[in-house]
């Protein structure tokens, strides 16, 4: 189960807020098909088991399961889905039970930890030319089929900031600290008091926002495996302090909603404030969508977070986007199993019926250029805009323990933020805890 999820219902993350769909009842059940060749000289259908991580799709998924069955007799596909609410991979249960799962999802930094040795190399997969968003691991292997895709970043009220700018606006033309703070003052001189309400809980400015600065390399791992090392230095390291003196312009009495008492739960507050137009900016992701529309039919966009003042420096430019989950082919399964999951990718990539499958009907932002659907909310089609225009990085979070942050860097961050934490001291915390990592 998606972090998030667990923290924060309203947050609906995990693609709740894109899926916009009914939860299906998805504890793991095991649906078992046995389909048989129409070819009587055929020998029995291979047999793939199936994990699917995202319970809420669990009816959806099942039957692109048997769409794909019928289009492939000598194919049978088993789906096993998580509970919704379930934090206990159903890879986990399936293979304590003696089962060998051929294609399971996992969450990517699961991918890259616990569940490092279970996937095969997929990098001459005919489907990674189709994407940005293949998931690799530290040695530079596709092992990992993006399935669902999410973005975060500032978040804008559309109305709110074409009114303030006199037009229409571009949000990656705002790619310096300065226009940051020039787009905020024209906000204001618009009417609104306050342009930001940032809801500072542990998890957003921890996990989410204070990861941002891994991706300064073109690989979030090679700055995860030097601060691992105690190679890297914080306090000394541009970008980090960038992004922390973006976050106190966010966060300051002059700008923020909440810049008085900084620190407190905020989420649907925030969310109504920016959904009625009361405030322009907030920092979140495409998930957010469900409670901003709940209040107003306001469009709304991504801006990149700017974390200095060269506009040709690419993390100006550039919002996170990845895989949230993505798909492992099990090293462990036959080699007639593995090419059948091999063959199921690339359905769900190149067949007409999986692209539907994904974006339609599950509402999931397709990692792949050559899908030509798009899922129906703005935040789910500015990301889908980005990936087509190049203007994505890593999403950065998928490089961490979600949990870790949230539990641990979180509060220091929050600390920070109410003057009560240094920002040498903040940046011990950080060192500390990576070289604290086995």
Request: hydrophobic fraction near 40%.
């Amino acid at each position: 189960m998606n972090f998030m999820k667990t923290l924060k219902k309203t947050a609906a993350f995990g693609m709740a807020g894109v899926l916009a769909l009914s939860l299906a009842a998805c504890a793991g059940n095991t649906e078992e098909k046995t389909t048989e060749s129409t070819d009587p000289n055929s020998t029995e259908p291979v047999t793939i088991i199936v994990t699917n991580g995202k319970g809420e799709i669990d009816a959806q998924f099942k039957e692109a399961a048997q769409a794909f069955m019928d289009a492939n007799p000598d194919i049978n596909v088993e789906v096993n889905s998580i509970a919704v609410g379930d934090s206990l991979n159903v890879f986990d249960k399936l293979t304590a039970s003696g089962k060998v799962v051929t294609l399971a999802m996992f969450e990517p930094y699961a991918t890259l930890n616990k569940y490092k040795d279970v996937g095969i190399d997929l990098s001459n997969e005919k489907w990674v030319a189709e994407t940005d968003s293949a998931f690799k691991n530290a040695e530079g292997q596709v092992v990992g089929f993006p399935f669902a895709v999410e973005g975060m970043g500032l978040v804008y009220n559309q109305k709110v900031v074409e009114q303030a700018v006199g037009g229409s606006f571009d949000p990656f033309s705002i790619n310096t600290v300065d226009k940051l703070k020039e787009l905020l003052d024209k906000v204001k001189a618009s009417g609104v008091e306050y342009p930001v309400a940032y809801q500072t809980e542990a998890w957003s400015v921890g996990n989410h926002y204070s990861s941002l600065f891994l991706n300064q390399e073109e690989d979030p791992n090679t700055l995860v495996d030097q601060l691992k090392s105690g190679s890297a230095d914080l306090t000394k390291n541009e970008m980090w302090n960038g992004y922390y003196d973006t976050l106190s312009l966010l966060t300051s009495k002059e700008y923020n909603q909440y810049g008085e008492r900084p620190i407190g739960q905020y989420y649907d507050s925030a969310h109504v404030a920016v959904g009625k137009g009361e405030s322009a900016f907030l920092f979140n992701g495409n998930w957010a969508y469900d409670s901003l529309q709940a209040v107003a039919g306001d469009n709304f966009g991504f801006m990149p977070v700017p974390v200095d003042n060269n506009a040709d420096n690419p993390l100006n430019s550039k919002i996170a986007v990845g895989p949230t989950q993505v798909m492992v082919i099990n090293k462990k399964a036959t080699e007639e199993q593995q090419e059948a999951a091999k063959k199921f990718l690339d359905w769900l990539v190149f067949d007409e019926a999986g692209q539907d499958f994904l974006v339609n009907k599950a509402q999931i932002i397709s990692a792949f250029k050559n899908n030509p659907n798009t899922v129906t909310n703005p935040l789910g089609v500015a990301i889908a805009d980005a990936i087509a225009n190049g203007n994505t990085m890593p999403f950065s979070t998928n490089y961490i323990s979600a949990g870790d942050w949230s539990n641990s860097i979180g509060p220091e961050v929050q600390k920070h933020i109410a003057g009560q934490l240094s920002r040498e001291d903040l940046a011990k915390v950080f060192q500390s805890y990576f070289e604290g990592l086995e």
